[in-house]
């Protein structure tokens, strides 16, 4: 039986996606920017079926986790995008897709990046094969991908990716082989998730000034970025995510990811940034984790905040 197989890396975005100005076609609101996370991946593979439908089943691969489930709802948005793919190239048969993360599913941690851009790759592979049609470019096949999830179209590009409307590239920033950790400060599944998040942040007075701050905050990171003025970055890193936040906390229906432990994490990392001066960049998605990107020459000091920090009280990946 004839199968085809695809992988994709997840992204954490520096500068973040909320807020969308066409919500079919997942056009942002603003400009993003996101490292890609080579370590955390999604797996999907494509059969035919045996009768019209589509259909969702784990994709079992060695060494991967054999738990791995989609919701029932999950599982539509992932076959609807798949339609969606194949209403692309007028393609009528029934497939079978299967699907797998490498990190824990019950981490809290959102793959929808990596499972869309995997899916994507995966099915236009197919598509093209099956229906005798050119390879479409990366370009192309990232802007496919993110009518699934908006942020997908960032994992197609590495180390750095640059997002703004319907135009998403790889960014050339002179920091390469970041160090990539995420403190787990809860397991549970996310009350609001983020596609919810980017209708419910409209509602909030500060969302008048975000497309604005958000750019401002994009053009003073890159040049933080391309000065080597890795203090500055962290600053404008952190600035950018407690805007986030903060239109969370001041929207119509108020909501929030933050719990003690993250406010007591993120006290201590700022403590660390002020007695010495140096530190991870940190940032934060639409959940209760902490991201920490760390530079190569800074492995020691990395090593040294997980021990006496973290390990014992909080899953890292
Ligand atoms: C907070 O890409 O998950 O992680 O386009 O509705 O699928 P949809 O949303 P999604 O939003 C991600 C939001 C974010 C910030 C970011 O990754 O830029």
């Given at each position: 039986m004839q199968q085809w197989l695809a992988e994709a890396p997840a992204n954490i975005a520096l500068i973040k996606y909320m807020g969308k100005k066409n919500k079919d076609k997942k056009i942002p609101a603003n400009p993003s920017l996101s490292y890609t996370l080579n370590h955390l991946r999604s797996y999907v593979s494509l059969e035919f079926s045996s009768d019209k439908h589509d259909t969702w089943e784990l994709l079992e691969l060695p060494g991967l986790d054999n738990n791995f489930s989609l919701s029932a709802s999950e599982q539509q948005r992932f076959l609807g995008h798949l339609a969606f793919l194949k209403e692309q190239f007028s393609y009528r048969g029934g497939l079978v897709v299967r699907s797998v993360n490498n990190f824990p599913h019950s981490t809290g941690l959102a793959s929808s990046a990596s499972s869309f851009a995997a899916l994507t790759k995966c099915a236009l592979l197919a598509l093209s094969e099956l229906t005798d049609t050119p390879e479409l470019s990366i370009e192309d096949q990232a802007k496919l991908s993110r009518h699934g999830s908006g942020s997908s179209c960032r994992s197609f590009f590495s180390p750095w990716a640059l997002w703004d409307g319907e135009k998403v590239s790889a960014i050339d920033i002179p920091y390469d082989n970041l160090i990539h950790e995420v403190i787990i400060i809860s397991h549970a599944p996310k009350v609001v998730s983020s596609s919810k998040a980017h209708e419910l942040v409209e509602t909030s007075p500060?969302?008048?000034?975000?497309?604005?701050?958000?750019?401002?905050?994009?053009?003073?990171?890159?040049?933080?970025?391309?000065?080597?003025?890795?203090?500055?970055?962290?600053?404008i890193c952190w600035r950018e995510f407690q805007e986030m936040h903060a239109l969370f906390s001041t929207s119509q229906q108020p909501f929030g990811y933050m719990t003690p432990d993250t406010h007591q994490i993120l006290?201590?990392?700022?403590?660390?940034?002020?007695?010495?001066?140096?530190?991870?960049?940190?940032?934060?998605?639409?959940?209760?984790?902490?991201?920490?990107?760390?530079?190569?020459?800074?492995?020691?000091?990395?090593?040294l905040f997980k021990q006496d920090v973290l390990i014992g009280n909080f899953d890292v990946l």
């Amino acid at each position: 039986m004839q199968q085809w197989l695809a992988e994709a890396p997840a992204n954490i975005a520096l500068i973040k996606y909320m807020g969308k100005k066409n919500k079919d076609k997942k056009i942002p609101a603003n400009p993003s920017l996101s490292y890609t996370l080579n370590h955390l991946r999604s797996y999907v593979s494509l059969e035919f079926s045996s009768d019209k439908h589509d259909t969702w089943e784990l994709l079992e691969l060695p060494g991967l986790d054999n738990n791995f489930s989609l919701s029932a709802s999950e599982q539509q948005r992932f076959l609807g995008h798949l339609a969606f793919l194949k209403e692309q190239f007028s393609y009528r048969g029934g497939l079978v897709v299967r699907s797998v993360n490498n990190f824990p599913h019950s981490t809290g941690l959102a793959s929808s990046a990596s499972s869309f851009a995997a899916l994507t790759k995966c099915a236009l592979l197919a598509l093209s094969e099956l229906t005798d049609t050119p390879e479409l470019s990366i370009e192309d096949q990232a802007k496919l991908s993110r009518h699934g999830s908006g942020s997908s179209c960032r994992s197609f590009f590495s180390p750095w990716a640059l997002w703004d409307g319907e135009k998403v590239s790889a960014i050339d920033i002179p920091y390469d082989n970041l160090i990539h950790e995420v403190i787990i400060i809860s397991h549970a599944p996310k009350v609001v998730s983020s596609s919810k998040a980017h209708e419910l942040v409209e509602t909030s007075p500060l969302y008048l000034s975000r497309i604005e701050n958000a750019t401002h905050n994009l053009h003073a990171l890159l040049e933080a970025f391309r000065a080597n003025k890795w203090a500055d970055a962290y600053s404008i890193c952190w600035r950018e995510f407690q805007e986030m936040h903060a239109l969370f906390s001041t929207s119509q229906q108020p909501f929030g990811y933050m719990t003690p432990d993250t406010h007591q994490i993120l006290d201590r990392l700022h403590e660390e940034w002020k007695q010495t001066g140096d530190g991870p960049i940190v940032t934060m998605d639409a959940g209760p984790n902490i991201h920490l990107l760390y530079r190569s020459d800074q492995a020691e000091q990395a090593r040294l905040f997980k021990q006496d920090v973290l390990i014992g009280n909080f899953d890292v990946l």
